[in-house]
């Protein structure tokens, strides 16, 4: 990723990056309440879990508006479930139930 572009203002971002950015975020979260959990931080766990929900709150209020957008599109293999017939993932959008307008898995995915 070039310079200029991880330095791009957020409204020159597109909506479902930056929901992806979110979901990556809430992935560190969870790696860093199991070591809260493991040295007995209960307390600190439960908010760091709490802001956690909050981040994917987030990402999916930022999906519904690239949606309405039309930035975004739900999967025609899935039809939005993100889940193939067999119970996995879907290949086709990476198991988010969501592609580009083109069709393609979403970046990050």
Known sequence: MSPRRLNARPDEVPLYT?????EGAAMFIDLACEE?????????????????????AW??????????RGEVRQCDACGGSGK???GWACKAC?????VSRDGLRLPGE
């Open 84 to 86: 193939a017939p067999n």
């Open 59 to 68: 990402r999916f209020r930022l999906l519904d508006e690239a949606k309405a």
């Open 36 to 56: 809260l959990e493991r040295g007995g931080e209960h307390i600190l766990m439960n908010s760091a879990y709490g802001l956690r929900n909050e981040v994917l």
């Open 18 to 22: 930056r929901a992806q950015r979110l």
């Open 94 to 98: 990476a198991g988010v139930g969501l």
